[in-house]
């Protein structure tokens, strides 16, 4: 690819139920003249027809097999890439985001310009934050540091050859299917990086506690589930596993031992207050590191405390998985970028 010219830019949409989030997707999309699929995943909203009306392409998934986000970009991508074979980068959005009219120019010159990335993501940030701290903890959890990344999210764009050559999104997966593609693609010798340019504005319409729950849970089983593709050398997912399992697992477990035992070894009372003050010192540590990227301080500890909270709904997942809950062919047709307030380091290079 010359570095002298842009390279060929095209967009697969994917969407299920979206109602008014998909048609501000795709009119942004459609107002900047680039080639774009929509690919469905069996709604009953009218978004085909609502697609069929702004885009001349819309591939519907077939729902006799099972629907996914990984499935739903994979065929978005061999779709398009089929009928457009000269496509040089493929930039995948969810139908509850709108691209920003600079981005698509932006990483295509970004692109051209340094061959070495293959995946790239720019600043992607919540359209109202403050209708829940729900949403409130979306723009949070968007606000990650710009620099070499160890996944990027469901909104990026690649390289076609690259994400064709890494074998595209593994579709068996029903969550963590970004951070598992990531990999492929650093194994070809490739980066993954973030860059200080907006992206894409974010819809999660997240208003109850009953929305959050299964994310935060979905997370733990994504983690377990990419960890295990990697035969558990991948660290960001190894990483969840451990701090869920430590937090939810075994500071409640000294902390009920110590509360029990008191009965016969008052000392012991002393091991709940051990773990009751390790409890308080991961909120504050949580919030003090979000503080200090211009998070507003009450801000920052309701972050610091949902992730907290998220460590258990993440057990919860992880058992899921190694229970094989979900043996029987698994439908993850919530294709709205996840938002788990995961604590997590990011490299920065």
Partial sequence: MSRDRK??????????????????????????????LYVDSASTDGSVEL?????????ELDDRRPLSAARARNEGFEALTRELPALEIVQFVDGDCVLNPEWLGV???????????????GVLRE???????????????????????EHCGGIFACRAPA???????D????????????????????????????????????????????????????????????NWRNPTPRRTILSALFWAVAVPTVAA????????????????????????????????RKARTGVPVKHAILYAAFCVLAKPAQ??????????????????VEHGAACEPIEQPHRVR
């Fill in 171 to 230: 579709p068996s997966l029903v969550a963590g299917e970004e951070p598992d593609l990531c990999r492929r693609l650093k194994s070809l010798g490739g980066r993954v990086v973030r860059i200080d340019a907006p992206m894409a504005t974010h819809d999660a319409a997240m208003t109850s506690f009953a929305q959050w729950w299964p994310r935060a849970v979905r997370s733990g089983y994504g983690a377990a589930a990419v960890a295990a593709r990697s």
């Fill in 315 to 332: 057990t919860i997942g992880l058992l899921r998985w190694v229970r094989k809950d979900l043996r029987r062919p698994a439908s993850n």
């Fill in 107 to 121: 990483a295509a010159q970004t692109m051209a310009d340094d061959p070495s990335i293959y995946a790239l993501a």
């Fill in 257 to 288: 031992a110590g509360a029990v035992s008191a009965v016969w070894i008052p000392w012991s009372l002393g091991l709940t207050g051990l773990a009751i003050l390790a409890v308080l010192g991961i909120l504050l540590r949580i919030a003090w």
């Fill in 7 to 36: 390279p060929s830019v095209g967009v697969v949409v994917i969407g299920r139920n979206e109602g008014d989030r998909l048609g501000r997707c795709l009119d942004a999309i459609g107002a900047g003249g680039v080639p774009a």
């Fill in 127 to 149: 359209d109202d934050p403050n209708r829940s701290v729900y949403n409130r903890l979306c723009d949070m959890e968007w606000a990650v540091p710009p620099g070499e990344a």
């Fill in 163 to 169: 994400f064709r050559e890494a074998g595209g999104f």
């Fill in 51 to 59: 697609a069929r009306d702004r885009l001349t392409r819309v591939h």
